[in-house]
Structure formats: structure tokens, C-alpha cells
């Protein structure tokens, strides 16, 4: 009837006669309110309980490239120097799973006589990159049955012992005598008894919840190397002791258990078995 009237009409008739068509368009089944609210629903994430055991929730990697530590005199003179290179590690976070991994490609120990302590480097874990030391440790790990696991591998150290570095060292940290530790070594005493006491509480947990560890560590001693005041005199001595090589397994006396302890199956989880094996050892 609008359309084929001749009336002229206000600016306010015809605000209101566009109202009107406009509620009679929004004017929705339930049926067409329901669809349209679900094309406009936002999905919340799934819980951590409901996503894959395998499903990354956070990852955090720390690198660091070079870091050192000096230590010398008031008047400047060096007593100790050692550092670090290529420090590396990661955090992996999964809805049942953490994955902690450290690794270190060197490390070392210097004085003014020479060096003190020095890294040797082994193929990774993963087998890509050289590193003088790798340790990961998963909690909940998904590839076995243990509650946790922890797996290291560190390379050889060759260990200079120098009387004159390590008086110098022991001077430069010893306090003074003159100074009053009293109050101090009560608050020590203190320390040590609540820590004392929080390692006991934490070992009656522990045998209560009876977690099991699967530990792989393979781990060559250091090369302890014992120098003459004046190493370089012509027809100086000096005597190395090869501490060996040592490598710890729990996973290869799972079948063995049973021989070891025996008993009931509930009576053999209140152990844990290991198995170590040292080699190379000498001087």
C-alpha cells in the first residue's frame, strides 16, 4: 500500500516505516535464533585432561652462549677463573609430561700457573652437537612405565692439582679471624635443622608414594693429574690417576627382580634395582 500511494510523507514518517521493516525482518524462528548463536559461539580450548598426551603446551628455551666467573684481589691480582660456553636448556611442558634437558659443550678452570680444569667433549644424547656434559629428566614420561626418568652423560675431566694455586684459593677464601660468627652460626644451625628436617619429611613421602625412577647415567671420572711445584723443571715428575669410567642402568635388571628379591609382586615394588659398572680404572 506504501509503495503505490501518492501522500508525501515526512523525514519522521519514514524513519518509522523503515523500524517497522526492519523488526519484521529480525522477526526469527527459535529454530533460526539457535543456529545463529552457534555460528557466533566461541569455542573455549580443550582442557589439559581432554588433549593428547603428546599435545606441547609450553615450551622455554634458555641459551646461554659464554659465562664466567673471576675472582681476584683488591689490588686486581687473579685468583681463580673459570667459565662456561654454550649453556643450553629447555623446558617442555605437556598436559601430563614436564621434559627439563641441560647441556653444556665446555667448561673450565684456570690460574695464574695454568689450568686447573679442563673438559673434554663426547657426542650429545641426541647424537647431534659435542658437549662436555647432558643430563634430561622427564616426570611422567610416556615411553615407560617408571614415574620418572633421568639420564645423563658426562665426559672426562682433567684435574690439575697446583699447591701454589690452591693456597692462594684457600687465602683468598678465608674470612677473617677477628670477625664474630656466633650469630651466624646459630642461624646456620637453624638452617640446617629445618633442612634436616624438610629431607626427612620428604623421604617419608617419597616411600609413601613409593615413585619409581629409571636412571641411565653414563659418567667418565676425572683424570686427576698431581704437578711438581715446578712442572717444567727438566726431569720433573708427575702422577695422573684415571678415575675410570662408570655407567649406571636400572632398566636392564627389570626382568632380574624377581631372582634378586623374590617374593610377591607387591613385595618387589618396594625395591629399586641398579646396576653399576666401572672400567678403565688406573694411575
Known amino acids: 500500500k506504501r509503495g503505490s500511494s501518492a501522500t508525501a510523507k ?4 519514514v524513519f518509522e516505516d523503515a523500524e517497522e521493516d526492519l523488526g519484521e525482518a529480525l522477526q526469527m524462528t527459535e529454530a533460526e535464533w539457535n ?35 673471576i675472582l681476584q684481589k683488591e689490588h686486581g691480582e687473579q685468583v681463580l677463573d673459570a ?15 614436564v621434559d627439563v634437558s641441560l647441556s653444556v659443550a665446555s667448561y673450565g678452570m684456570n690460574a695464574p700457573e695454568g689450568a686447573l ?4 667433549r663426547c ?29 645423563a652423560k658426562l665426559e672426562s675431566t682433567l684435574v690439575s692439582v697446583r699447591s701454589e694455586s690452591i693456597d692462594r684459593l684457600l687465602e683468598f677464601i678465608t674470612p677473617p679471624k677477628d670477625l664474630d660468627y656466633s ?30 625412577l629409571e636412571v641411565h647415567l653414563q659418567v667418565s671420572a676425572p683424570k686427576v693429574r698431581l704437578l ?13 690417576i684415571d ?13 632380574e627382580k624377581t631372582a634378586i628379591h623374590g617374593g610377591t609382586p607387591q613385595e618387589q615394588a618396594l625395591y629399586d634395582c641398579f646396576e653399576l659398572v666401572g672400567s678403565n680404572i688406573s694411575a
Request: a negative charge; glycine letters at 4%; hydrophobic letters at 40%.
Open 183 to 212: 650469630a651466624l652460626e646459630s642461624a646456620v644451625a637453624i638452617e640446617v635443622t629445618k633442612s634436616i628436617e624438610a629431607v626427612q619429611e620428604a623421604g617419608r613421602e617419597a616411600i609413601a608414594r613409593k615413585t619409581s
Open 35 to 69: 543456529h545463529l548463536q552457534e555460528v557466533f559461539e566461541v569455542h573455549q580450548p580443550e582442557s589439559a585432561t581432554n588433549q593428547a598426551p603428546n599435545s606441547l603446551q609450553t615450551r622455554v628455551v634458555v641459551i646461554v652462549e659464554h659465562a664466567s666467573l
Open 228 to 240: 711438581p711445584e715446578d712442572p717444567l723443571r727438566l726431569g720433573s715428575k708427575q702422577l695422573v
Open 117 to 120: 680444569m679442563e673438559s673434554s
Open 123 to 151: 657426542q650429545s644424547l641426541g647424537g647431534l652437537t659435542d658437549t662436555a656434559m647432558e643430563i634430561r629428566y622427564i616426570l611422567a614420561p610416556q615411553d615407560t612405565r617408571a614415574d620418572a626418568k633421568l639420564t
Open 10 to 13: 515526512s523525514g519522521e514518517d
Open 83 to 97: 667459565s662456561l660456553r654454550s649453556l643450553h636448556s629447555t623446558v617442555l611442558l605437556y598436559p601430563s609430561t
Open 243 to 255: 678415575l675410570g669410567t662408570f655407567a649406571v642402568d636400572s632398566s636392564a635388571l627389570g626382568s
